[in-house]
């Protein structure tokens, strides 16, 4: 009956926003952070936790350490958008998704053809030298052994993506807040809600029609509209079949 009702809900809607997390890119074997098989549980080689590998300290602290650890970690090249990717696409263009907010950095769902894409945490696919602000994309990233250096002032390229300790891009994230502030639905998915300020977004929704999808109980499903303790890809997917 669920899936009947919404169904139902986004024919009759034209102003859906969406906010997904980690969840959203896991069926895409994207690792997620938190679960019994995220990054956190993961053994590596470092005398470090993957807290402090991902942090603005350990970037300039131990530079080389910190790109070890997020190119074999962060970084997944073959992955491919699922199918959570793909119906937000389809609905982006039906013209009811009128934003997409996402805390995930793969760049999948622009890759499944979303415009519309704000990005709290930023992007693998962008990267920056901090010293002349030269672009460099993924692929540069990669090929370099160790700390990545720009090509025109030998300065360090940094990945655009926010870690530990540092903080989220406002316009972005100012953006994200008008957005959900007008949205007739918000659908949340694959994300727990528990990390702030992220989290948070979901307070600035305005009207009645939250629907969550996420395979674990959140913080405001008494709160929700509908909710679909189930895959997100097969619950989006379900809205065209």
Known sequence: MSILELKKLIEN????????????????????????????????????????????????????????????????????????????????KLDKLKALITQNIDGLHQLAGTHNVLELHGSVHRNYCEHCNAFYDLDYIMKKEGVPLCEKCNGIVKPDVVLYEEGLDMEVMNKAIESIMKADVLIVGGTSLTVYPAAGLVEYYNNDKLILINKSVTQYDNKAYLTFNDSIGEVLNSIFT
């Not at 994207?30 to 402090?52: C, M, Q, V």
């Not at 199918?83 to 696409?89: I, R, Y």
């Open 13 to 92: 809607t034209e102003n859906i926003v969406f906010f997904g997390g980690a969840g959203v890119s896991t069926e895409s074997n994207i690792p997620d952070f938190r679960s019994s098989t995220g990054l956190y549980k993961t053994a590596n080689n470092k005398e470090y936790p993957p807290e402090y590998m991902l942090s603005h300290t350990c970037y300039r602290k131990n530079t080389e350490d910190f790109y070890d650890f997020y190119k074999k970690n962060m970084i997944y090249i073959d992955a491919k958008p699922n199918l959570a990717h793909k119906s937000l696409t389809k609905l982006e």
